[in-house]
């Protein structure tokens, strides 16, 4: 048996005559750039989150960067975020002008380590930037509460987590704004790249609007840089989002049924969910010390798995220049040599999770 790690044509197949009937209708209308079929998503996925405005763009980075341009970031301004994540995080803190601080992570749930935030914080600081990796939501209460007493804005990067929820309420809307990413892999993604931000705040949705595109139609009322959602982007996105909740669940059954087949095996920790926290499991994610040998083994069984991500960021050649050790990240440090990501999808059937969970539970016996 083969088990690929996401299979997006499986999904394909599920809405093939929604998708190529909407993909058809944008190209008998022209509606490729903007349009019709994009102000329908930004409605749905405002709706959706729970919030006043979307603002789409081109992909999950560059809402990061837009919302930080749209708050002001100052040479020197420092954003405190997470060492565990992927680079759009962080590149963009230094695209927008400012200076990236880390931040360890939490050993249970891979997000940002919200006891170590205040001693990170410098006259400086202008942000915080949790990321909700894998589908967990960091513990925002405590992220909000520190963003409260020392006057800082919090940029949620919801880019694996579409619909996961602190206490019952939807993250996005906790921050001042929080950004989205539409990757094909994504737990909503389109067949390209798409992004988008969410906020309350009129006059940053508007600002980020205008900025995305060129700063402004017709008059341009300042420089600003080319970042569209494409209309069949957005008429793909419009067609899965329906289907989001049901994706969302058989993800979480998928997760329920590893942690099931793969209990109690010494020397492999199974991912953590926090108290209150609703995991949307964009990746499950396992640990071991024999991590590398795990991989081949399931490799040579047929089994594609991956590294989220290979190195925590301050250990990468793009943050040399900030002299960081691994003592000064130590959870993050270790999870890297640790952490592997099993295949996980809404479509994996029974028989292959079970393939899975069998090669790993004979990988732990030998
Ligand atoms: C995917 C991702 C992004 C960026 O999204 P793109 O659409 O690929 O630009 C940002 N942050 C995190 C945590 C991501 O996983």
Redesign the pocket.
């Known amino acids: 048996m083969k088990v690929p790690f996401v299979d997006l044509h499986a999904q394909y197949l599920t809405i093939k005559p929604e998708i190529d009937a909407a993909i058809a209708a944008v190209i008998t209308e022209s509606s490729y750039i903007r349009g019709p079929h994009m102000e329908a998503f930004e409605q749905a996925w405002a709706k959706t989150v729970g919030v006043k405005h979307c603002v789409s763009c081109a992909?999950?980075?560059?809402?990061?960067y837009i919302v930080m341009r749209g708050l002001g970031l100052k040479p020197g301004d420092e954003v405190i975020t997470t060492a565990h994540?992927?680079i759009?995080?962080t590149e963009t803190i230094t695209q927008a002008g400012g200076k990236v601080v880390f931040c360890d992570t939490d050993d249970e749930t891979f997000t940002i380590d919200v006891a170590q935030i205040e001693s990170k914080i410098t006259p400086r600081t202008v942000g915080i930037i949790p990321?909700h990796?894998y589908g967990q939501p960091c513990n925002m209460e405590a992220v909000m509460a520190i963003a409260r007493k020392h006057k800082l804005w919090v940029i949620e990067?919801c880019?694996?987590a579409h619909l996961a929820c602190f206490k019952g309420q939807q993250i996005g809307t906790f921050g001042k704004a929080a950004?989205f990413?539409?990757?094909p892999g994504?737990n909503l993604g389109a067949y390209g790249?798409?992004?988008g931000l969410v906020t309350n705040d009129d006059q940053l949705a508007d600002w980020c609007s205008t900025y995305a595109r060129h700063g402004g139609k017709g008059e341009h009322i300042m420089e600003g840089i080319n970042s569209r959602l494409d209309g069949l982007q957005a008429a793909i996105l419009n067609v899965k989002l329906p289907h989001l909740r049901k994706w969302t669940e058989a993800r979480r059954a998928v997760a329920a049924r590893y942690n099931e087949l793969l209990a109690g095996l010494p020397g492999l920790r199974l991912p953590q969910v926090a108290a209150d926290r609703d995991h949307v499991y964009?990746l499950y994610v396992i640990r071991t010390d024999r991590r590398d040998a795990l991989k081949k083994h399931l490799g040579d069984a047929g089994i594609s798995t991956v590294l989220n991500y290979p190195k925590a960021l301050p250990f990468y050649p793009a943050y040399s220049y900030l002299g960081h050790k691994p003592e000064d990240f130590p959870v993050a440090y270790a999870n890297q040599s640790h952490i592997l990501s099993l295949p996980i999808y809404p479509e994996i059937t029974d028989a292959m999770i079970s393939y899975v969970a069998s090669k790993v539970r004979a990988f732990f016996k030998a």
Request: aromatic share 12%; no cysteine.
């Open positions: 992909n999950g980075t560059d809402a990061i994540s992927w759009s995080t990321v990796l990067d880019a694996q950004t990413s539409f990757y994504k790249d798409a992004g964009h």
